[in-house]
């Protein structure tokens, strides 16, 4: 099982920049993609970003151009960089981690929120 914890949530304003790491621990060997979903409340989970081992990434339309996905291998551990935050970017962003084989595993996630 990997362990996987978030950080760097907090409140910004509109228009401002954050960035949150995930870092993961325990059985990461064979970790393949990673990456960040979100769940405001009263809504679906939604894919944010992802990236796969070689540094493939993948984003959502809503935050395509906006956000910046980004993976250090060495250390375990992706980042979410972004950019012009909206107010409906405020969520819960749950980081996760695949391993061919098991199921995926989950942070606990970090409360972002985006006011003025």
């Known amino acids: 099982q990997v362990q996987l914890v978030e950080s760097g949530g907090g409140l910004v304003q509109p228009g401002g920049s954050l960035r949150i790491p995930c870092a993961a621990s325990g059985s990461t060997v064979g970790i393949n993609a990673m990456g960040w979903s979100r769940q405001a409340p009263g809504k679906e989970r939604e894919l944010v970003a992802s990236t796969s081992y070689w540094g493939n990434t993948n984003y959502g339309d809503s935050v395509r151009g906006r956000f910046t996905i980004s993976r250090d291998n060495a250390r375990n551990t992706i980042y979410l960089q972004m950019n012009s935050l909206k107010p409906d970017d405020t969520a819960v962003y749950y980081c996760?981690?695949?391993?061919?084989?098991?199921?995926?595993?989950w942070g606990q996630g970090t409360q972002v929120t985006v006011s003025s």
């Open positions: 996760y981690a695949a391993v061919p084989g098991r199921k995926i595993d």
